[in-house]
């Protein structure tokens, strides 16, 4: 078990790639690379589980491809849920494999509950798991969490994050079209939705014994940019949390649109790219220079993800 | 797979028990009766395989207890995704034991993501997985999910629902203290945001193909009362939607509190009480007239909250 603060962790793995970039990991078995689904061996449609090897097969390539390149892997849980028991042990499996690898694992699990059921939540997907038969390395260092219930829906999730040095974001503004509706809506003090949760989680994250001696907190957000003056309103009012930004690529957000949600300084945030990289062996651009090579398209894919965030850090 | 519409389904069952209540079943290993976690056989405190198998054969002991009694029970996944896949995997064998005994069976997983995550989500955990080697009855017949990424995020789930005929309760008003921070905040118009996301609720439960013939929508709410008017409110902007009530029992919900959340006609809300009835052993009340005979007061604690509730909905 690390005895370093999350924050830190982050800092200094941003610092040792040189870049503040992060590939989501969602993968479907219909899109993946044709080589891997015909070696699936299926015996019929049905055979969950042969779909499932070759979407651990898949996912354990492109993790061993983009290891090198960033600092953070991103590994959604909604998509090894769609194979119940067996698949989140895979999705467990993954995120060992990815910390094996020395990368930063955010597990996207957006969960969040009343106090008691949040607490096993956090127990299931952040705390240390030393006493029950479980590998430390197989818990992701930090997760995502769903703010609606209030702070005492979160508590457990940060109280986990103190104890366990792990880190928590917490979803702020959110990059669908709809999140607009309930985030994006004005309060009576003027303020939006997603503003006055910046205030709460901003608040959070100063909590003892979570900020880092980079000056970060281990508590962060998610942070989807809309407009440049709204995203910097964000920006500062949650200055010791670091963003973690998706959007970027297949949903529409370019190096324009993400660099107000740096600091000053070109810190503090954490650039997600997911089907942009993972599937780019779907895309003609890199079929064209790769053919049927789909590691070389996602390799490729994920150093064009790296230029294009670095020119949006560029003072 | 059946073929009626899941509001139907719920008031057939609820017409049938003559009750509109809910058992929750939110197990820890460390709550169980004794003589079921002193069977348990561990060669270590860390024998998480041991754990689950007894937190398992409490929750069919507790369902056989209660399936004659409630129309439904609600499995709260959080309990069982602290044992990671083998938990998921327990949840799942629980769904498909108390379906088999003829309960209604809400999964309250509390899920919610962007689109495309949110459809992986609704495959996991509502849809009929025919074309996967599942069974039908491991699949709840509802589930609980979170609206703070609005419409596109919701709209899975909905089209899961009346795909399947399954049935959806969407977080309104949750029973923790903290809600009010977030969920009773004014908005500019003057209602809260519960208030503003039952307009949604409300809106998105009319959609074709969802409303059964009992007239209500297969796209229910999740509303633990506060005070009455306010609860009143939310009945009159949700008329044609399923309350499911938690909070009765442990979380300090009362017969007088939940009896806002009915229609004039005594329908229209399922009261969940959880760690009231599943735990009955622990109280001294129960303990005097069984002593150490857990299922004897797991029974009467449930046909206790079945009288309380009763008294809510006499005209």
Chains 1, 2 share one sequence.
Request: charged share 25%; glycine share 8%.
């Amino acid at each position: 078990m690390t005895d370093q603060n999350f924050a830190d962790r982050l800092s200094a793995a941003i610092r040792a790639k040189r870049t503040s970039t992060c590939v989501g990991i969602d993968p479907l078995y219909e899109r993946l690379p044709a080589d891997i689904s015909e070696r699936a061996g299926f015996d019929d449609e049905s055979d969950n589980e042969c779909a499932l090897d070759a979407v651990r097969e898949f996912c354990r390539a492109v993790i061993k491809i983009v290891a090198p390149l960033v600092p953070v892997v991103k590994i959604n849980a909604a998509f090894f849920e769609t194979y119940y028991g067996p698949g989140l042990e895979a999705y467990f499996d993954l995120v060992q494999e990815a910390r094996s690898r020395g990368l930063i694992v955010i597990g996207d699990v957006k969960r969040g509950d009343v106090g008691h059921s949040s607490a096993a939540y956090a127990q299931a997907h952040l705390s240390h798991p030393s006493l029950r038969d479980a590998d430390e390395l197989m818990i992701p260092d930090a997760i995502t969490v769903n703010p609606y219930f209030g702070l005492d829906g979160v508590k457990p999730f940060i109280d986990a994050a103190r104890r366990d040095q792990k880190g928590v974001f917490v979803l702020v503004q959110t990059s669908n079209e709809s999140a607009v509706n309930i985030q994006g809506a004005k309060l009576a003090d003027g303020q939006t939705v997603a503003q006055s949760i910046a205030r709460m989680v901003h608040e959070w994250s100063g909590d003892d014994g979570l900020i880092g001696s980079c000056g970060y907190s281990s508590i962060g957000a998610v942070v989807s940019p809309r407009d440049a003056a709204s995203t910097a309103v964000l920006r500062s009012l949650m200055p010791r949390c670091f963003f973690l930004v998706p959007g970027f690529g297949a949903q529409g957000r370019d190096s324009g649109d993400v660099a107000p949600c740096f600091n000053p300084d070109g810190g503090g945030a954490i650039v997600t790219a997911s089907r942009s990289v993972i599937y780019a062996y779907e895309e003609m651009k890199y079929i064209e220079l790769y053919a049927s090579e789909w590691e070389k398209c996602v390799e490729r894919a994920c150093r064009d993800f790296i230029s294009a965030v670095a020119s949006a850090t560029k003072p």
